[in-house]
């Protein structure tokens, strides 16, 4: 799975966070050579970030959101 994330503040100065999943599903059809590959993205959050944006702050916001997402941490790759 490949995350992209942005953070963005508002005119009021309120932070948020939006977190998508990437990833490739193999799908096996019945005929042999029928197997095909589907692109899928999905939206993880949209998430308000109450404190500083900033290295560790994201770094737990972003590891919060995927385990709230119950991602299995061995299709992460940090």
Not at 32 to 54: D, E, N, R, V
Request: negative net charge; aromatic residues 8%; contains cysteine.
């Amino acid at each position: 799975i490949s995350f992209t994330a942005d953070v963005w503040s508002t005119d009021k100065l309120n932070s948020y966070l939006v977190m998508m999943a990437h990833w490739i599903r193999h799908e096996s059809g019945n005929a042999p050579c029928s197997s095909q590959l589907t692109m899928k993205a999905a939206l993880i959050a949209f998430h308000y970030l109450p404190s500083s944006h900033m290295g560790e702050e994201l770094a737990k916001a972003i590891l919060h959101l995927i385990d709230r997402a119950e991602i299995p941490v061995d299709k992460v790759c940090f």
